[in-house]
């Protein structure tokens, strides 16, 4: 999960690990403030939303001034009650961009990662040929420990 501000502002990136069990073997070496959970699925579930809302996105908007604003694609994971029951409290308003339009009005896809998934893909094709010929995926504890430089 990666989010930014108005003001161009990156929050620190959120990683999401597909594991029952959450090891620390993929969490040394990661940029400074980064928050790291695990889901069954490895995909940013309703649990995982919460505990960023409550570690990443509330304390960042708290020094805010003005309206709190939240824009997020219309996924189920983003509502829940907890999560309703945060926004109010907090007084924070969220924003759900239309269903299945996401890959046109997402902001985020096109300033942040598209410029990035290219070079990475670089450096997966390059690990594939190397080190990771044998692997059928990255090993966690290589994701920020520089095992995929090129």
Same mark, same amino acid.
């Not at 649990?47 to 996105?57: R, S, Y």
């Given at each position: 999960?990666?989010a930014d501000s108005?003001?161009?502002?990156?929050?620190?990136?959120?990683?999401?690990?597909?594991a029952s069990h959450?090891?620390?073997?993929?969490?040394?070496?990661?940029?400074?403030?980064?928050?790291?959970?695990?889901?069954?699925?490895?995909?940013?579930?309703?649990?995982?939303?919460?505990?960023?809302?409550?570690?990443?996105?509330?304390?960042?908007?708290?020094?805010?001034?003005? =309206?709190? @604003?939240?824009? !997020?694609?219309?996924?189920?994971?983003? %509502? /829940?009650?907890?999560?309703?029951?945060?926004?109010?409290?907090?007084?924070?308003?969220?924003?759900?961009?239309?269903?299945?339009?996401?890959?046109?009005?997402?902001?985020?896809?096109?300033?942040?990662?598209?410029?990035?998934?290219?070079?990475?893909?670089?450096?997966?094709?390059?690990?594939?040929?190397?080190?990771?010929?044998?692997? =059928?995926? @990255?090993?966690? !504890?290589?994701?920020?420990?520089?095992? %995929? /430089?090129?």
């Amino acid at each position: 999960m990666k989010a930014d501000s108005a003001d161009g502002e990156l929050l620190p990136p959120y990683v999401v690990y597909k594991a029952s069990h959450f090891y620390d073997t993929g969490v040394k070496n990661g940029p400074e403030g980064t928050r790291y959970n695990r889901s069954a699925s490895g995909w940013f579930d309703g649990d995982c939303f919460t505990d960023w809302l409550e570690t990443l996105a509330v304390p960042y908007l708290e020094n805010k001034e003005g =309206k709190k @604003v939240l824009v !997020g694609d219309n996924v189920s994971s983003h %509502l /829940s009650l907890k999560a309703v029951q945060l926004w109010k409290e907090k007084n924070i308003d969220f924003v759900f961009l239309p269903a299945n339009l996401t890959h046109l009005t997402q902001p985020l896809d096109v300033a942040f990662f598209k410029p990035l998934k290219k070079p990475w893909r670089q450096v997966l094709e390059q690990w594939k040929k190397t080190d990771g010929r044998d692997m =059928k995926s @990255v090993p966690k !504890g290589c994701v920020f420990h520089g095992c %995929l /430089s090129s």
